[in-house]
C-alpha cells in the first residue's frame, strides 16, 4: 500500500505592535534595505484593479534569526503607515499530519517570539527614528500565526482538493487553527471549520483566532496571508483607540462629577475643545486605518477578509470605538452647555452689579 508523501509546510508568526501614530513611509524608504511592497497584492484570479492596498507598508529583511530550540525562522518585518510593525517570522519544513499538529500545537504557545520580536523591533525603530510621527512609549502588541501546507498530495501522489482535505483531515485542521493539541469534540470542530473558504478546487483558507489554516502554493498563499496580516493591523489600530477613549472618558467624567464647582464649569470650554479635538482625530484616524485596503465589490478577497476581521474580533473593537465617539460626542455637547450656564451666570451677575452700581450713584447724589 502506498504511502502518503509528507505534507511541505510554512509555519509563519506574526508578531505586531502598534509603536506611533504615523510612520512616514517616503522618510523610511530611502534607508539601506528597505522597499516597498507592491502596491497590490499578486492576486491569483482575476480582480478588479480598484482592490488595492492604499499606502502600501514598508518591508525590511532581517535574516535568519535562531530559537532555544534549535529552528531557524526568516524574520522580515513591516512598516505601515499607520503606525503599526509587524514582524513576521517564517520556518519551512515537511511533516505528516500528526507531527505538524503537534508541532504547531507548541509553536503556537511558544513566549520566544514575542521576546525576540520585541528586541528586534527596537532596534529597527531606532534606526527609523526620524520616520515615527508621535511615537508611544508603551505598545499594544497582537500575534497571529499561520500554518500553510504548499503542497499535500494523496495517495497517488496527485494534489488533495480543499474537499477531500476537510473531509479526512478535517479533525487536524481545526486543531492547528485552535492550537491544540488534543482532538477537540465535534461542535467544537464544526465550529472551528466554519470559517473555511476556498476559491479554486485545491486551496483552502480556514481563519481562527490565534492562527489561520492556509493550503495554497507560495504565490497564491501571498495575497491571503496579506489580508490575514492586515486584519490584525486593524484589530491593533482599533483597540488603541479603544483604551485612548476610555482614558479621555474616564477623565471627563471625574471633572464632570465636580461641575458644581463654579470654576470648573468656567473651564468647560477649553476641556470641551480639547475633548472634540481628540474625537475628530481618533474619528479621522481610525477612518484612515479602515480604508487602507480597498474592497469595492463583493469578491472572494473580500469575502475572505471579512471572515478573517470576523474572527479575530476587529468589529467587536470597531463597534466599541464607534460607541465611545459617540458618548465623546454627547459629553462634548454635555459640556458645552455648562460653559454656557456659567458664562450667563456672569452675565447675569454683572448685569444686577452695574443696576446695583447705578441705583448706589442715583441715591447717593440725592
Known amino acids: ?209 490565534v492562527g489561520a489554516f492556509v493550503y495554497d502554493t507560495p504565490e497564491g498563499a501571498a495575497p491571503t496571508i496579506q489580508l490575514l496580516e492586515y486584519a490584525n493591523t486593524q484589530l491593533l489600530e482599533f483597540r488603541h483607540y479603544d483604551e485612548v477613549l476610555t482614558r479621555v472618558l474616564n477623565n471627563v467624567y471625574r471633572m464632570l462629577g465636580h461641575r458644581g464647582r463654579f470654576l470648573r464649569r468656567w473651564k468647560m470650554a477649553g476641556e470641551a475643545e480639547r475633548l472634540n479635538a481628540m474625537r475628530l482625530d481618533v474619528r479621522e484616524l481610525a477612518e484612515k486605518a479602515d480604508n487602507s485596503i480597498k474592497f469595492l465589490s463583493d469578491m472572494f478577497y473580500a469575502r475572505a477578509y471579512r471572515m478573517a476581521a470576523n474572527r479575530v474580533g476587529v468589529p467587536d473593537y470597531r463597534n466599541l470605538v464607534d460607541q465611545k465617539l459617540r458618548i465623546a460626542g454627547e459629553l462634548y455637547e454635555v459640556m458645552v452647555n455648562e460653559f454656557h450656564q456659567a458664562r450667563a451666570f456672569i452675565l447675569e451677575v454683572m448685569v444686577v452689579a452695574i443696576l446695583v452700581i447705578e441705583l448706589i450713584d442715583v441715591f447717593s447724589r440725592r
Request: net charge negative; proline share 6%.
Open 1 to 209: 500500500m502506498p504511502t502518503q508523501p509528507p505534507l511541505r509546510v510554512s509555519f509563519l508568526a506574526l508578531v505586531l505592535y502598534d509603536v506611533a501614530e504615523q510612520i512616514r513611509l517616503d522618510t523610511l524608504r530611502p534607508q539601506s534595505g528597505m522597499e516597498a511592497a507592491h502596491r497590490e497584492p499578486v492576486f491569483k484570479h482575476p480582480v478588479p484593479d480598484y482592490v488595492r492596498f492604499e499606502s502600501s507598508p514598508v518591508v525590511e529583511n532581517l535574516g535568519l534569526v535562531s530559537m532555544n530550540s534549535g529552528e531557524q525562522f526568516q524574520a522580515r518585518i513591516k512598516y505601515f503607515e499607520y503606525g503599526v510593525v509587524s514582524v513576521e517570522l517564517k520556518l519551512d519544513f515537511e511533516t505528516g499530519w500528526d507531527d505538524l499538529v503537534r508541532l504547531s500545537s507548541r509553536l503556537l504557545a511558544e513566549p520566544e517570539f514575542e521576546k525576540q520580536t520585541s528586541e528586534m523591533v527596537r532596534g529597527c525603530l531606532k534606526r527609523a527614528r526620524a520616520a515615527l510621527v508621535d511615537p508611544y512609549e508603551n505598545w499594544l502588541n497582537e500575534d497571529y500565526y499561520i500554518i500553510q501546507i504548499r503542497e499535500a498530495l494523496d495517495d497517488q501522489r496527485q494534489p488533495l482538493t480543499a474537499a477531500a482535505m476537510l473531509a479526512e483531515h478535517g479533525q487536524q485542521a481545526a486543531q492547528i487553527v485552535r492550537g491544540e493539541a488534543s482532538a477537540l469534540a465535534q461542535p467544537e470542530q464544526n465550529e472551528a471549520l466554519q470559517a473555511a473558504l476556498s476559491y479554486y478546487p485545491c486551496d483552502l483558507l480556514v481563519a481562527g483566532w
